[in-house]
């Protein structure tokens, strides 16, 4: 076979095309192809060998190709150049189903910059820099604002929905956390607590698996932990005296459990790994992991610029984390050598706000930026998204991926965009 490379990139290679997906398999047969072959004309190989399988002429698919986990944008002999790799070699091409376009759904109109968002089954629940919240249908339709805090909404969460009664908790610049309750069928809704105990603004919420307990992140560098108990009764730390305890009580005022001290600047994004332990990303350049039953800190990730948010995917226990330098960096929380940066995504051109993963599909997570847009990335594919969610007109604060059916994002053009989603539900549905 001739093996020889022109600058061009002409000559020939011999691949093995795999595949995961049963039902697009070809026979595992070497295949001599050109070296500069595109994923276009691999595209036609693929369909051509699945139409002379089957006998039959199938609608034609899509199909995308990676090569040692990495997705192919370039003509495969330059690829497999750039990664040094030998074109005496038979090469193993793996190709999988190109995942469909999201579809543009709705456009939720605000008063405000929109910097806080959480979706649950069909409901989305925002916040706003002119203070208020608001409860929308995922078809557009505007069920409730909520006045209440005293400075920006930062974030948002979810704790629980039923067909009766809504429970959610909301964290404000005006250093409080609200507990609210929302009577579904009367459309009605109740400030029940409002947690005090930051010293400065609220920037992160987040909310544990079973839906008891919450973590908060702050400008005042600290980590506390809090009940989302309704009653008046919950768990205090045993050191507070009973004075705080009674005025607590009388102000209809929660303070936290267990409060962590260990970033040295704002905390900007936190997380839940399971319910004994939790990940807080700041703006000192640290991403921290920390273990309640212990009260302190267990591992720390150190990077070289500023936080400003992350995601962890139980499904694949990695953590993407947004910066300033327009990247995206992903870790490994299972490594030993935590601090190394498993891949860097480039395609934002301005500072990268907001990150999400798919709940649903380990490979998929989506991003948004001060570049007015909104990316979707397999994290196989680190040089350019799959897809751009195009639809804001400013600056993207908040992005959420809860609900598998809808992609949706916030920004300082007073919307949030709504796509949605047409991928197969990956390893498990959470919904």
Same mark, same amino acid.
């Given at each position: 076979m001739d093996t020889q490379i022109t600058g061009k990139g002409e000559g020939q290679l011999q691949v093995h095309l795999v595949t995961k997906q049963k039902q697009f398999a070809v026979p595992n047969l070497p295949y001599s192809i050109r070296a500069n072959v595109t994923s276009k004309e691999l595209n036609i190989l693929i369909n051509s060998l699945l139409k002379e399988k089957s006998n039959e002429n199938n609608e034609k698919i899509e199909f995308d190709f990676l090569f040692n986990g990495e997705f192919m944008k370039i003509a495969l002999g330059q690829f497999l150049r750039e990664k040094d790799v030998s074109f005496e070699d038979t090469i193993e091409i793996e190709y999988v189903e190109r995942y469909p376009a999201p579809e543009p759904q709705d456009c939720l109109l605000h008063d405000d910059w929109v910097s806080a968002i959480h979706t649950r089954n069909d409901w989305i629940l925002t916040g706003c820099y002119d203070n208020t919240l608001c409860i929308w249908t995922t078809k557009g339709e505007n069920k409730l604002t909520i006045p209440g805090h005293n400075g920006? $909404? +930062?974030?948002?969460?979810?704790i629980s929905l039923d067909e009766n009664v809504g429970v959610f908790a909301s964290a404000s610049q005006d250093q409080n956390v609200m507990l609210w309750a929302w009577n579904t069928k009367q459309n009605s809704v109740e400030c029940v607590q409002t947690c005090k105990g930051h010293e400065r603004g609220v920037d992160c919420i987040d909310v544990n698996l079973s839906g008891t307990k919450m973590a908060t992140g702050s400008w005042d560098t600290m980590v506390k932990i809090w009940s989302t108990s309704l009653g008046e009764d919950h768990h205090r730390q045993q050191d507070e005296d009973s004075?705080?305890? %009674?005025?607590? +009580? $009388?102000e209809n005022v929660r303070t936290p459990l267990i409060t962590l001290a260990g970033h040295r600047e704002a905390v900007s994004g936190i997380q839940w790994i399971d319910d004994h332990k939790i990940i807080s990303s700041s703006w000192d350049h640290t991403i921290k992991t920390w273990d309640l039953n212990v009260g302190g800190m267990q591992s720390e990730i150190t990077g070289n610029k500023t936080f400003f948010d992350l995601s962890y995917s139980k499904l694949n226990n990695l953590i993407v984390a947004a910066s300033p330098d327009k990247n995206i960096r992903l870790y490994d929380l299972r490594s030993k050598h935590g601090a190394i940066v498993k891949n860097t995504f480039l395609g934002h051109t301005q500072w990268v706000q907001c990150v999400c993963w798919s709940k649903t599909n380990e490979f998929l997570f989506i991003s948004g930026a001060y570049d007015n847009q909104v990316k979707l990335w397999d994290y196989r594919s680190p040089k350019a998204p799959i897809y751009d969610l195009i639809g804001h007109e400013d600056k993207v604060l908040a992005c959420d991926w809860s609900n598998p059916k809808y992609m949706v994002s916030g920004g300082s053009d007073n919307s949030v965009r709504v796509? %949605?989603?047409? $991928?197969?539900l990956g390893k498990e549905n959470t919904m």
């Open positions: 920006p $909404i +930062k974030d948002v969460s979810w004075a705080t305890i %009674k005025r607590a +009580k $009388i796509f %949605k989603s047409k $991928i197969a």
